[in-house]
Structure formats: C-alpha cells, structure tokens
C-alpha cells in the first residue's frame, strides 16, 4: 500500500529517513531546525511539487522519482550513491549534484551545479539546461541528447559516452576521456579534446583555439572548424572538414581533408609526424 505524505514542511535530521512505499506531495523541506539528509536511504518512493532547502536531501536512494521540484542553493550535494532514479522537470541549484550514481534518467530540467555528474554510471540526460564548472567527471555510459551546456572543464576522464543535438559551450572538454561520438552538435571551447582515445564528431561544429592535440583514433565525419588555430597537434587523426581550418600543426598522423587551410605547419616537432593535409578540389560553377 502506498503511502501519502502531503503539505507538510520537515526541517529536522533524517525527516522521513528509510521511507518506503510512498509519495511526497507538495511538500516544504526547510527551517530553523536546519537538519540534513531529510529523505536518505529512502526506497520505491516520489517526490512530487516540493522544494528542498537543506543538506544532502536524497541520499542512498533507490527505485525514486523526482518531479517538478526544486532544490536551491543551500540543497548541498543533493543526490550522492543514489539509483534507479528519474529526475524530470525540476531546477536544482545546490553544488556536487550527483555523486557515485547509477542509472538516473533527467528529463527537462535546470541544473547550476558545480561538480555535477561525479564518478557516475547510466546516466541519461535529455532536454535540460546545465551550467557546471566540472561535468560528468570520471562517469561512463552516459547518453546526452538536446543538451544546453556551459561550464568549464567538462566530460574529462569519461568512458562512453553519447552527446546528440546538444550546445557545449566549455573548455579543456574530453581531455583523457575515452569512447566518445559526439552528433550534430556545437562544441565551442578551448583546447578541446586533448589525450583523449576513440573521440569521433559527426555533423559537429567545433570553434576554438588549439583543439584536438594528442588524441588518439580521432575521427571527424563532416563537421566544421571556426577559430581553430594550431589543430591536430600530435594526433592520429581521420578528418574531413567542410570549409576553413585556421592552422593545422605536426599532425602525427593520418588525413585530415578540408576546404581551405589558412596555414600548415610542419616543424618543431619532437616525434615523428606523417600526417597528411589535403585542400578539397573545387568545382566552379559556369
């Protein structure tokens, strides 16, 4: 049988710890008491229309929903070692969301997190807005789709990965990270992609300074390159690039292909460097 709690405010320690079996409607988790973990090691439950205001809400939870809340700024870390969740329709501000987590679905949401997505698993984000200094660091087997991005040093470290129909405006992103494709999106940034392996764009673009260096099996399938200077540094790379690459510098090896390229650059290298740059043959209209 499920159980109902409704239009209520908890402000103390462990609240409604161990919950089972229930929704939580319209509900208040703030005040003077100021207690955390308010709904930890909670199982099968919901939380529908409710707004959180204290320290680490919902941890050690499973089987959970989360719909149409919010947690603000003083919510700190709100979900660690949490699974089996979906989150939908919900603004959550507070820092270190997400933690250790594993199979969480986001659906339409607003995030401000720093540190958001740490050491995570089977994470699915879909139509939402994300702002977050350091994203998804050290998280494998996440799949991204219609994603609004802004942060710093985003997806480092990550194995498997899936970014569809997304905007990413970051920088150092995907730096040693591994298995990545990455589908009709804008990748805006500097030194994108540094020590990364098995890293592919397909129908991207891809703006900034100094991206692709050291990389290894990096493919680029029909995508173009703004402000791109010194590209490939280093890189065993597959690129066909439709319009101008600023520079491309001591590609280790491989093709890269483009329009235009406003300056080659084969010197100073300290490995060996075979990689090949091709101008595309234009055919002029009569």
């Given amino acids: 049988m499920i159980k ?140 991204i789709e219609n994603l609004n991005m802004s942060g710093k040093y985003s997806f480092q470290y990550m194995k498997n990965l899936s970014i569809k129909n997304s905007n990413l405006d970051t920088k150092d992103a995907f730096w040693h990270s591994k298995n990545i494709v990455v589908e009709n999106s804008v990748i805006k940034g500097e030194y994108l992609g540094w020590f990364s392996e098995n890293l592919t764009f397909i129908n991207c673009k891809i703006i900034g300074t100094q991206p692709l260096c050291y990389c290894k099996n990096l493919k680029l399938i029909n995508c173009t390159m703004e402000k791109t200077d010194l590209s490939f540094e280093y890189s065993d790379v597959e690129a066909d690039i439709k319009g101008h690459i600023a520079s491309v510098k001591n590609p280790k090896s491989g093709t890269i292909v483009a329009d235009s390229v406003g300056e080659i650059i084969y010197k100073e290298s300290i490995v060996k460097c075979s990689g090949k740059v091709f101008i595309r043959e234009q055919k002029l209209s009569a």
Avoid at 71 to 91: C, F, H, Q, T, V
């Fill in 4 to 143: 109902i709690i409704s239009d209520k405010t908890f402000d103390e320690e462990r609240s409604l710890y161990n919950l089972k079996d229930a929704e939580v409607l319209n509900c208040k988790f703030a005040g003077a008491a100021d207690g955390e973990s308010v709904l930890k090691e909670c199982r099968n439950y919901s939380v529908k229309n409710c707004s959180f205001s204290l320290r680490y809400p919902m941890w050690h939870a499973k089987k959970f929903t989360l719909k149409n809340s919010s947690m603000d700024d003083k919510a700190r870390a709100p979900l660690w070692y949490s699974k089996d969740g979906e989150i939908s329709g919900s603004n959550i501000l507070g820092i270190k969301c997400l933690r250790e987590c594993k199979n969480i679905i986001m659906n339409n949401c607003n995030i401000i997190s720093p540190e958001f997505g740490w050491k995570c698993n089977g994470i699915k984000i879909k139509n939402s807005t994300i702002d977050s200094m350091y994203f998804l660091f050290e998280s494998k087997d996440v799949e």
